[in-house]
């Protein structure tokens, strides 16, 4: 299992409390973000490939640039 500092304990305790279909929607919100080539459905087809026991240090990792990422995936979708 991943050890997670302090600072990003919150962070962590919020992404490991969504259900995984709720995770999954983050990491393709966070990838259109980080500019990926495809629709949201394609993302989101993505995370499910690529899931498994890591998704919440996946997420948590990008800390430095997850609400730019978020903010933009939000602005590309739609929401």
């Not at 969504?18 to 999954?24: A, C, F, S």
Request: overall charge negative.
């Amino acid at each position: 299992m991943k050890e997670f500092s302090d600072n990003q304990k919150p962070l962590v305790d919020a992404v490991s409390k969504l259900t995984h279909e709720e995770r999954m929607e983050l990491m393709a919100v966070m990838w259109i973000g980080r500019d990926f080539d495809g629709s949201f459905e394609d993302a989101l087809a993505y995370a499910h490939e690529r899931s498994d026991e890591g998704d919440v240090g996946y997420i948590t990792d990008k800390t430095l640039g997850l609400s730019a990422y978020l903010r933009t995936g939000r602005e590309k979708v739609g929401a």
